[in-house]
């Protein structure tokens, strides 16, 4: 989308402003529509003061969430679509997501879909959300549509919050362990260096193997560091490529316990994906292929590819999915039940449902379990560097009792 500067006139008086458009063509139409003559219309340079710069997506997951509810709220009370997109707009939380429904809401004044008009945004609106929508259009079920959206979102979000807040856990006592066990090699233990070289005599090896761990921290702290960055560095390259990506999810889905969780919460996004387009009678081909962009696990996705491309041969959804290690005998079996019951989305609803309870389920016994090893952990580090400073003064003490 550009900016285009105008001057022109209406019926009554001179007109000139800023308009939003895709090209020079359509900012002249939009105001043609709107009932102004164009005497000059100049395409605005996008400056440094002007460009709006955008880190990850222009809306949160939470909000986006809460405009769909309440999106499907307004059209409920018999709301027009245009005038439900302008209240959104005026009380969305972000200013890249104000803008954006600005400038769907100046879309739909002049006749275009809102399915179209989500589709200029993709950085706001998923390939998933606008064939949703495009489908609730179809159907004049646009309401029902939104509904499901926003069950959809709101499941998988709490899921994957379920999933990071198991694994913030022993990522925060890591990194503090090895912030402690820092601290103590580079400040404390030095300390000590100078008084046991003082009181001669053999340290024990414990404590020798301290000194050595911190004589090395001081003086080859930059090795440490390089090699910290180099394997950050590897694996963002690993996952760059495609072979890498598959090598990667392969190895988290076969993790003990990590990768169990981890292969629920995949399967789970899938079978809510599947589930949510067939409730709005997406065609099943294109239901495949969205849900495929959705999936961020390497291995799910080449069996979804796989089901695809079965069904565009004419064979079964379920066949690539039987017997992989990835796909429990549940899903297909369910998915069996369904095609032959013509339930399908409610049976993928439902073993959606049972894998999100199982992620529930899942990371609370791991965050009950990973509790008390990483305190164990954290102490016997601490305990190990503090024992071998403490054990040549325990020499030195009895040495002075014998004297």
Do not use: C
């Not at 090209?23 to 440094?48: C, P, Y």
């Not at 008009?117 to 159907?139: C, D, Q, R, W």
């Not at 064979?315 to 032959?340: K, R, V, Y």
């Amino acid at each position: 989308m550009a900016r285009f500067k105008y001057e022109g006139r209406d019926a009554r008086s001179v007109r000139s402003g800023i308009v939003i458009a895709d090209n020079k063509r359509d900012a002249a139409l939009k105001l043609k529509k709107d009932g102004i003559r164009v005497k000059n219309l100049t395409e605005q340079a996008e400056t440094t003061l002007t460009k709006e710069i955008t880190i990850g997506k222009p809306v949160k997951r939470q909000h986006f969430i809460m405009f769909l509810r309440q999106f499907s709220t307004l059209l409920r009370a018999g709301v027009t679509i245009v005038e439900a997109i302008r209240i959104l707009s005026l009380q969305v939380e972000g200013k890249q997501f104000k803008k954006i429904l600005t400038e769907v809401n100046e879309d739909l004044r002049t006749g275009g879909a809102l399915s179209d008009s989500f589709a200029k945004h993709t950085k706001a609106f998923e390939p998933l959300v606008i064939n949703m929508i495009k489908a609730g259009e179809l159907s004049g079920t646009l309401d029902d549509s939104l509904d499901r959206l926003a069950v959809h979102y709101e499941k998988a979000y709490k899921t994957r919050q379920k999933v990071m807040s198991a694994l913030s856990y022993p990522v925060v006592v890591g990194i503090v362990a090895v912030g402690v066990v820092i601290f103590l090699l580079t400040f404390v233990v030095p300390m000590f260096v100078d008084l046991f070289a003082s009181v001669g005599g053999e340290l024990p090896l414990l404590t020798r193997f301290v000194m050595t761990s911190s004589d090395f921290a001081l003086s080859y702290w930059y090795v440490i560091v390089m090699a910290v960055a180099a394997v950050g560095v590897g694996f963002y390259l690993l996952r760059s490529n495609p072979k890498g990506r598959m090598m990667t999810d392969t190895l988290l889905l076969r993790l003990p316990v990590f990768g169990d969780i981890a292969k629920k919460s995949v399967l789970a996004t899938l079978t809510r994906t599947l589930s949510s387009l067939f409730s709005s009678s997406v065609p099943i081909l294109q239901s495949l292929a969205m849900t495929e962009r959705v999936v961020s696990n390497e291995v799910v996705k080449k069996v979804l590819v796989r089901s695809r491309e079965s069904l565009e041969r004419g064979g079964s959804l379920t066949e690539p999915m039987e017997g992989h290690w990835a796909f429990p005998p549940l899903i297909p079996h369910m998915i069996a039940i369904g095609e032959q019951t013509g339930s399908l989305d409610s049976m993928l609803a439902k073993v959606a449902d049972f894998y999100e309870s199982e992620v529930d389920a899942s990371t609370e016994r791991l965050k009950a379990l990973i509790e008390p090893i990483m305190i164990v952990l954290l102490a016997g580090l601490v305990g190990t560097i503090v024992l071998a400073i403490l054990l040549p003064m325990f020499d030195l003490f009895n040495q002075i009792d014998n004297l």
